[in-house]
């Protein structure tokens, strides 16, 4: 089986721009979580999306969102980007609404300017 | 708010030598703590996993034990070797959603041939 893929890999933007990241689930895996890894943070959950619906939330500002289609695929989009907001985003996918185990993509590395 | 403390912060052991690495959670109600390897540049892998109805698990060198009274978990490698060198993160499920986890500060674990 494919592992969960993500595009782009690689992102440069500049500050006050929006950004779209896409994440494709393992095939089967209905479930997707997104992170956000810093140095200075570490690895924080953003939001999680099954069946199309989020289930939960961290704790990030508005101008983070999300959404599922119907074929699991997700996507994040941040608005109004900040410096701060530089990190690897990573999403990791798992099996169904009980699957406990999450499997990771490569994640994309995002650079705001 | 939900948090883990993981420690210590950088460990290297000879190879074949063995490693801990310990984690101490805040919340009661969670029931599953998962462990990640991050090598350099590479997405977090699952390498192992416990839930809180059992006390131990072991899967060839690695096991993971946890103590749910003390809110504390620990992750184990025997006989190391260079190639487990790496950054080692412990987490747990924020209770409501299996898939919403809180990671550690992370382990970067050195394994000197």
């Known amino acids: 089986k494919a592992g969960v893929t993500q595009t782009p890999r690689y992102l440069i933007k500049t500050r006050g721009q929006q950004v779209t990241l896409s994440c494709s689930p393992i095939?089967?895996?209905?479930?997707v979580s997104w992170y956000q890894q810093t140095p200075g943070q570490g690895l924080q959950f953003l939001f999680e999306?099954?069946?199309?619906?989020?289930?939960n939330k961290g704790n990030f500002p508005g101008r983070f969102s999300g959404r599922q289609f119907s074929n699991s695929r997700s996507e994040m989009n941040v608005s109004t980007l900040e410096l701060g907001d530089s990190a690897l985003y990573l999403c990791?996918?798992?099996?169904?609404?009980?699957?406990?185990?999450?499997?990771f993509g490569p994640g994309t590395r995002l650079t705001v300017t | 708010g939900e948090n883990v403390e993981q420690h210590p912060s950088t460990l290297s052991v000879q190879e074949g030598d063995s490693a801990v690495i310990k984690c101490t959670y805040s919340?009661?109600?969670?029931?599953?703590f998962p462990w990640y390897k991050q090598e350099l540049g590479k997405r977090p892998q699952l390498i192992i996993d416990?839930?809180?109805?059992?006390g131990e698990k072991k899967d060839q060198r690695i096991a993971v034990t946890l103590n749910k009274t003390a809110k504390h978990f620990s992750l184990h490698i025997t006989e190391t070797q260079p190639e487990d060198s790496a950054v080692y993160f412990c987490?747990?499920?924020?209770?409501?959603?299996?898939?919403?986890?809180?990671f550690g500060s992370g382990t970067q674990l050195t394994v000197l041939p």
């Open positions: 919340d009661s109600a969670s029931n599953y």
């Open positions: 987490a747990f499920s924020s209770s409501g959603s299996a898939r919403q986890l809180t």
């Open positions: 990791a996918s798992s099996l169904a609404l009980q699957g406990y185990e999450q499997y």
């Open positions: 416990i839930r809180s109805n059992v």
């Open positions: 095939s089967g895996h209905r479930s």
């Open positions: 999306y099954f069946s199309e619906t989020q289930r």
